[in-house]
């Protein structure tokens, strides 16, 4: 049963901008830690950015840092990627995921293995 729902992923070319959007019908995550993983072909899944559940504490892999914008909307049940200036080296799958255990700590939220809830996917696909 599919918990969370991505879109917003495309095709865009270098030094562009999407937005991609994360929702959960049918299921509140409003206090869960709710997280983007990427995953390129032939790579493992590799934790972007993470926002908590109060929306007060955000953290990012450092090479994304200055280009994209994790934020939720807790009366919509969503959470947002503002990704800019993106790169070839962006393009993946790029996955949603909430954590409902309320721990923060930095090893903790990079591992996918400690998130319960996972989204479909969405390609995003930046050409050079």
């Known amino acids: 049963q599919v918990q969370l729902v991505e879109s917003g992923g495309g095709l865009v070319q270098a030094g562009g901008s999407l937005r991609l959007s994360c929702a959960a019908p049918?299921?509140?995550?409003?206090?869960?830690?709710l997280g983007w993983f990427r995953q390129a072909p032939g790579k493992e899944r590799e934790f972007v950015a993470v926002?908590?559940?109060?929306?007060?504490?955000?953290y990012y892999l450092d090479s994304v840092k200055g280009r994209f914008t994790v934020s939720r909307d807790k009366a919509k049940n969503t959470v947002y990627l503002q990704m800019n200036d993106l790169k070839p080296e962006d393009t993946a799958v790029y996955y949603c995921?909430?954590?409902?255990?309320?721990?923060?700590?930095?090893?903790?939220?990079?591992?996918?293995?400690?998130?319960?809830?996972w989204g479909q996917g969405t390609q995003v696909t930046v050409s050079s």
């Open positions: 995921a909430a954590d409902t255990h309320g721990i923060w700590g930095r090893t903790y939220l990079r591992n996918p293995r400690e998130y319960d809830y």
């Open positions: 049918g299921r509140t995550f409003s206090t869960s830690t």
């Open positions: 926002i908590s559940g109060s929306g007060d504490s955000t």
